[in-house]
C-alpha cells in the first residue's frame, strides 16, 4: 500500500467518482486509478466502493469507515512534509491564501506588505473564488488558509477564527433624493433598484434576511462581486449601492472622482465577521503563523495551535 494508491481512492470521492476526473487530478491514466483502487481493496480484503459494471458509484459500509483513516494518513503525510520543510528552511517556501476579491483588494494588500518585509523568501499564491470553493481549497490542500466573510465555519473539518466585524453602507449618486432623509430605512431603500453583490458573497445573505424579515420586496437590477464595480454603475445611475465598509474606506478619493455619496447602514443590516480558516489537524509553518497573526492579531499562536489540534465531535 502506498500514499498514490490512497490518494486515488480520497480523490475519487471528492470528484464524485468520476475516474476520468480523478485521473486528471493525479495526472495518470484512469485504468492506472483503477488498479490502484482494487489493489488497496485486495490488500484490505474488503471493497471500499460500491460499482455499477466498472463505474463507483459510491462508498460500501466499509468504505465509509476506512475513508476517513485515508484522510488521516493522507493528512499526516503532509504535515510530516511540511514540518520537514520548516526545519530545513524556516524563511523559504509558499503561502497559498484563498479568499474573495473583496479581501484581496480591500483588506489583504497592507497584510501582505507587512509579510512581505518580514519574510522575502516565502511566495504568496493568492487564488480568489467564492467562499464553498476558498472551503474546498483549504479542505484538499490546495490553499494554506481561507479567507472569507461567508461559509467558513460551516465545514467541521475547517476550524475557523473570528478576524474582524464589518458592516455594509449605501451608496449613492450625490444628489440622490435618499442623502435628506435623517434616518435611512429598509423600506426607504425598497423603494429604489438595487445594486449589490452576488449571492453567497459579502455578506450578501445578511442584506436579504433584513428585506425578508421586514416583509419587504426589493429590485435588485444588478449584481457582482466587484465592489468598484458595484460603484461604477452607481454612479451611471442604474441604482442604489449596497457595498462593504471596506471598499468605501480604501477607494475614498475614487468614490469622490465619480461624484458618489455613503450613507451608513449598520442599523439596516447585521454585522459581518471576517474569518480565516485552516484545516483541522494540519501542520503550519512558522511563517503562516506570522501572517495569521497580522491579519488577526488578537489571536495568539497558542489559541491557533490548540484549535487545530482539537478534534470535533460528531
Known amino acids: ?149 461567508e461559509g467558513l465555519s460551516q465545514f467541521k473539518d475547517l476550524v475557523s477564527f473570528p478576524c474582524y466585524e464589518w458592516n455594509h453602507v449605501v451608496v449613492v449618486p450625490e444628489d440622490h433624493p435618499l442623502l435628506s432623509i435623517e434616518e435611512l430605512s429598509l423600506a426607504d431603500l425598497a423603494k429604489y433598484p438595487l445594486i449589490t453583490y452576488d449571492v453567497g458573497f459579502t455578506g450578501r445573505g445578511h442584506i436579504d434576511e433584513a428585506f425578508r424579515q421586514a416583509g419587504l420586496r426589493t429590485d435588485i437590477v444588478l449584481t457582482a462581486m466587484d465592489s468598484d464595480v458595484i460603484q461604477q454603475y452607481v454612479a451611471l445611475g442604474l441604482g442604489v449601492g449596497l457595498v462593504a465598509s471596506m471598499a468605501i474606506e480604501s477607494s475614498a478619493d475614487n468614490q469622490r472622482s465619480k461624484g458618489l455619496r455613503t450613507l451608513s447602514a449598520s442599523h439596516l443590516f447585521r454585522t459581518n465577521v471576517t474569518r480565516l480558516a485552516v484545516r483541522r489537524g494540519a501542520y503550519l509553518r512558522a511563517y503562516t503563523y506570522d501572517f495569521i497573526q497580522k491579519f488577526a492579531p488578537s489571536l495568539s499562536r497558542e489559541d491557533i495551535r490548540k484549535a487545530i489540534a482539537e478534534v470535533e465531535l460528531a
Not at 29 to 56: A, C, H, M, T, Y
Open 1 to 149: 500500500m502506498n500514499f498514490q494508491q490512497l490518494r486515488s481512492i480520497r480523490e475519487a470521492c471528492r470528484c464524485g467518482y468520476n475516474l476520468t476526473e480523478v485521473a486528471n487530478v493525479l495526472f495518470t491514466s484512469q485504468p492506472g486509478v483503477s488498479r490502484q483502487i482494487r489493489e488497496v481493496e485486495e490488500e484490505l480484503g474488503v471493497d471500499i466502493f460500491e460499482r455499477n459494471g466498472k463505474r463507483l458509484t459510491g462508498l460500501t459500509e466499509p468504505g465509509k469507515g476506512i475513508l476517513p483513516i485515508i484522510e488521516r494518513l493522507l493528512l499526516e503525510a503532509e504535515n510530516l512534509r511540511q514540518a520537514g520543510n520548516d526545519y530545513s528552511d524556516q524563511a523559504r517556501g509558499t503561502l497559498a491564501i484563498a479568499t474573495t476579491h473583496t479581501q484581496a483588494r480591500y483588506v489583504l494588500p497592507k497584510v501582505v506588505q507587512q509579510f512581505r518585509h518580514a519574510f522575502p523568501e516565502v511566495r504568496i499564491a493568492l487564488q480568489q473564488s467564492a467562499p464553498e470553493h476558498i472551503a474546498e481549497w483549504v479542505l484538499s490542500g490546495k490553499a494554506d488558509i481561507g479567507i472569507a466573510t
